[in-house]
T-cell receptor, first 106, second 116 residues
Framework: KNEVEQSPQNLTAQEGEFITINCSYSVGISALHWLQQHPGGGIVSLFMLSSGKKKHGRLIATINIQEKHSSLHITASHPRDSAVYICAVDNYQLIWGAGTKLIIKP | EPEVTQTPSHQVTQMGQEVILRCVPISNHLYFYWYRQILGQKVEFLVSFYNNEISEKSEIFDDQFSVERPDGSNFTLKIRSTKLEDSAMYFC??????????????FGPGTRLTVL
């Protein structure tokens, strides 16, 4: 069983839609990361969460430590948001989810 | 904002050749990591490095792999005799112990290794 599960694996939406990507984990963690990977391959850190909620522009990340679950939301999605979004948990070293491939169509 | 850098961005090599992938972590960080991502698969942990020695390594990190911090700034991953299945994107990361109980992570842009 994977220690970090993401859903959905793939998501295609129209520009402007509200996007939710989910992450569940089964191990104890000190923090959870949401990361973005563009087709070129580079990884950008979006959020690091240990509790509650964080917001940055149109991106919102929440975490429920008791339920071992986190969500990444994108409001007013745009084609430039198209990327792979990865959840990774800090369990001394990072344990990575498989990623969610998001495509936003104009 | 500080950044982790990696060179080269793309390396093409023949099977059996040695390659060295280079990373320059954030200068005051203490923990360093190598991860790899085979095309279409998820990112996998290779090795962590602290206080000039390996602190943890995965099953992938066999005798063909080695890491070192030769000059206090660079952090290198060497693959002694590359195999076709070593073709992947290799990411370097560094993190710092903060006053809190979690660490802040910074990732390099990756080196795409192609073994022919």
């Amino acid at each position: 069983k994977n220690e970090v599960e993401q859903s959905p694996q793939n998501l295609t939406a129209q520009e402007g839609e509200f996007i939710t990507i989910n992450c569940s984990y089964s191990v104890g963690i000190s923090a959870l990361h949401w990361l973005q990977q563009h087709p070129g391959g580079g990884i950008v850190s979006l959020f690091m969460l240990s509790s509650g909620k964080k917001k940055h522009g149109r991106l919102i990340a929440t975490i429920n430590i008791q339920e071992k679950h986190s969500s990444l939301h994108i409001t007013a999605s745009h084609p430039r948001d198209s990327a792979v979004y990865i959840c990774a948990v800090d369990n001394y070293q990072l344990i990575w989810g498989a990623g969610t491939k998001l495509i936003i169509k104009p | 904002e500080p950044e982790v850098t990696q060179t080269p961005s793309h390396q093409v090599t023949q099977m059996g050749q040695e390659v060295i992938l280079r990373c320059v972590p954030i200068s005051n960080h203490l923990y360093f990591y190598w991860y790899r991502q085979i095309l279409g698969q998820k990112v996998e942990f290779l090795v962590s490095f602290y206080n000039n020695e390996i602190s943890e390594k995965s099953e992938i990190f066999d005798d063909q792999f080695s890491v070192e911090r030769p000059d206090g700034s660079n952090f290198t991953l060497k693959i002694r005799s590359t195999k076709l299945e070593d073709s992947a994107m290799y990411f370097c990361a560094s993190s710092t112990p903060s006053g809190s109980w979690y660490r802040k992570w910074f990732f390099g842009p990756g080196t795409r290794l192609t073994v022919l």
